[in-house]
């Protein structure tokens, strides 16, 4: 199966890695490697820790869960490349501003940042999206209704309206510091309906799986 | 045996008006003073060097001395050895060659790490071969040097950061805004600082260029000069919500541009970064404009103190480009040894070839042999002779840590087969 969900978090490094080689050259990046490096291996240890999640029921509906969870992860990918090229910038932004340049000779210029994290929010929103309407349209036609009172999906939507408000500033002109500064919180909502939910109320196929039960 | 040397004179031993004196001003002039060494015939290879922190000229000649290089010198400039040789440095051997290296490296700059130097290197260099003063010996020093250059400049950060206000300030720019080529720069003021700074930024790409003046003509003539558009000075703060790079260097006493004006502007621009620079003393901008969101404010204390630390920086590299610069020398000065042994080693095998050839007359006179048997016994002897000499002549051309043991062996091995001295 494409995407054993055991290793989700190490095909997220691998999709992380794959958009920003993609970008590499097309932003003339310099200095930006290291980070992105250190997010992949962060998510390939991750994807060693158990997951308790039920490879047989995903195997029930091959075409359902293979593009709806890479068409999310892609999209995370997106996100998670915005999230480091903001905090790369704010980073950046503070030592121009205090005139410490030092170290900063390494890193690519603000402007290459701010231009990878539009980059990743089009590529993450744009994946994101159908991501989560397929995973909408499979619960509907197994389950026959939305999983709203699942904490991951309500998160879930949360995030994608978060950043469907932080795409329409984009568009409309937002630069810099105040975009880098909503791409990290952004993050941080997306990581918690992520992870941290899985923690609270246990899996989000373990939900799935109960309601379909019921 | 060639011997090289150099005598010179640099920023550091000479003033300016003892450095006219030897320079050569323009290649006419240079070629002209190679074409007579050469016909003089004094030195066998001369390469001349000269550009404004300094003249030298390096020699290759069996009679090498400072005396030889001061008439000269002489010959060339009319300047006598008196009246210049407590500015002068005369080096040979090794220590030329270090020097030649220490400055291809950019280490005897007055600004270490100036990329210029290696350019004027490899121009002397090529005006001395188009002469013919150049013969192997040069040739090699040289393509070396060359090497050295640009090994220092690529393993070291000698010369990293710009250490000109100028220059620092459109590094910054480029650290802001990556490509300059799309921004917007208001130059305000039309100084001398103003032109210097906007020349600068013109060469990294930035197109547009708005100058305003308080003077309206003067501001005109700033504009045609580098090409950008006049605006009145009354509009600057309107502009501000379009510049990328604000350039202020006025001669106002009380500052002209405040937080509150670019606060204002600040709405407008959504976020994007805004480059101040504020050349003028006193400071034509209120400092406080730093704190705002997006801004980022340079004042000419700021810059300097960035180029500061870019030319401590280049000093600290500049140590390790010595220990560079030391293997370097060590290895061409083995190189350079080892010519010393090439005249033991061509008689050693002239001795060893005259004797193998009369062995071999000897040998076919009183035998018959066809053709083909002749050149078997041919093969046999020479192949002979190769191998008796073959660990010889490893060990000689491995001598060349120092002179003395390359000088003792050579006359050792003279010794024992009986070869006339050179």
Not at chain 2, 68 to 88: A, D, N, T, W, Y
Not at chain 2, 175 to 196: H, P, Q, S
Not at chain 2, 235 to 262: C, M, Q
Request: hydrophobic content about 45%; some cysteine; overall charge positive.
């Amino acid at each position: 199966m494409l995407f054993e969900p055991k290793k989700t978090s190490w095909n997220l490094g691998l999709i992380l890695g794959g958009l920003y080689l993609f970008l590499k050259g097309k932003l003339k990046l310099k200095g930006f490697g290291g980070i992105i490096a250190l997010f992949a291996f962060i998510l390939t240890v991750l994807s060693y820790f158990p997951d308790s999640l039920d490879i047989k029921e995903l195997a029930l509906h091959p075409v359902w869960s293979s593009s709806h969870v890479l068409l999310c992860f892609i999209g995370i990918g997106g996100f998670s490349l915005s999230f480091s090229a903001g905090l790369i910038y704010l980073l950046e932004e503070e030592k121009i501003k205090n005139k410490k340049l030092g170290a900063s000779k390494l890193l690519p210029s603000l402007d290459a940042l701010d231009r990878l994290n539009h980059y990743g929010l089009f590529i993450g929103f744009s994946s994101f999206t159908p991501g989560i309407i397929l995973g909408g349209l499979w619960a509907l036609s197994v389950l026959g209704k939305l999983p709203w009172e699942e904490p991951k999906v309500l998160l879930s939507m949360l995030s994608w309206l978060y950043y469907s408000l932080l795409i329409w500033g984009r568009v409309s002109g937002w630069r810099g510091k105040r975009v880098a500064r909503l791409s990290i919180i952004g993050f941080g909502i997306l990581m918690v309906s992520y992870l941290g939910v899985n923690f609270l109320s246990g899996s989000h196929l373990s939900h799935f799986i109960q309601t379909r039960l019921q | 045996m060639r011997e090289i040397g150099l005598l010179g004179l640099n920023h550091k031993s000479a003033p300016l008006e003892i450095r006219e004196k030897l320079a050569f001003v323009n290649l006419k002039e240079l070629k002209k003073a190679l074409s007579l060494l050469k016909r003089d015939r004094i030195l066998k290879e001369v390469l001349i060097l000269s550009t404004c922190n300094r003249v030298e000229l390096y020699a290759v000649s069996s009679r090498i001395s400072d005396i030889l290089l001061f008439e000269v010198f002489e010959k060339l400039k009319g300047v006598s050895s008196e009246e210049i040789s407590p500015f002068c440095y005369f080096k040979v051997g090794q220590e030329a060659v270090r020097h030649l290296f220490i400055v291809a490296s950019s280490l005897d700059s007055m600004v270490i790490g100036e990329p210029q130097i290696l350019g004027q290197l490899k121009e002397a260099y090529e005006v001395a071969l188009e002469e013919g003063t150049v013969g192997f010996f040069l040739h090699r020093l040289f393509q070396r040097a060359f090497f050295v250059g640009k090994k220092v400049r690529r393993e070291t950060g000698i010369g990293d950061g710009a250490i000109s206000v100028s220059y620092v300030a459109v590094e910054l720019a480029r650290k802001i805004f990556g490509d300059l080529e799309n921004k917007r720069i208001i130059i305000v003021g039309a100084g001398e600082m103003c032109e210097l700074a906007a020349r600068h930024f013109r060469s990294h790409g930035v197109k547009e260029i708005m100058v305003a003046n308080r003077t309206w003509q003067r501001g005109v003539e700033l504009a045609s000069k580098i090409g950008g558009t006049p605006i009145p000075f009354e509009e600057i703060k309107e502009r501000f919500k379009e510049a990328d790079i604000i350039l202020s260097s006025t001669g106002a006493s009380r500052p002209l541009i405040f937080k509150e004006d670019v606060k204002k502007a600040l709405k407008y621009r959504k976020g994007k970064p805004l480059f101040i620079i504020d050349l003028a003393v006193p400071r034509d901008v209120e400092p406080e404009v730093n704190e705002l969101d997006g801004v980022f404010l340079y004042d000419i204390d700021d810059l300097k103190q960035v180029a500061q630390e870019h030319a401590n920086n280049r000093l600290n590299e500049a140590e390790r480009a010595k220990e560079l610069v030391e293997e370097e020398v060590e290895k061409f000065m083995s190189w350079y040894r080892s010519l010393e042994i090439v005249p033991t080693i061509k008689d050693l095998r002239e001795w060893a070839e005259a004797l193998r050839k009369s062995e071999m007359e000897r040998v076919l006179r009183g035998l018959s042999l066809d053709e083909r048997e002749k050149q078997k016994v041919e093969l046999l002897s020479k192949r002979l002779m190769n191998k008796f000499l073959h660990p010889l002549l490893v060990f000689l051309k491995g001598q060349t840590r120092d002179e003395d043991s390359v000088k003792e062996y050579s006359e050792l091995i003279r010794c024992i087969f009986g070869l006339e001295d050179q």
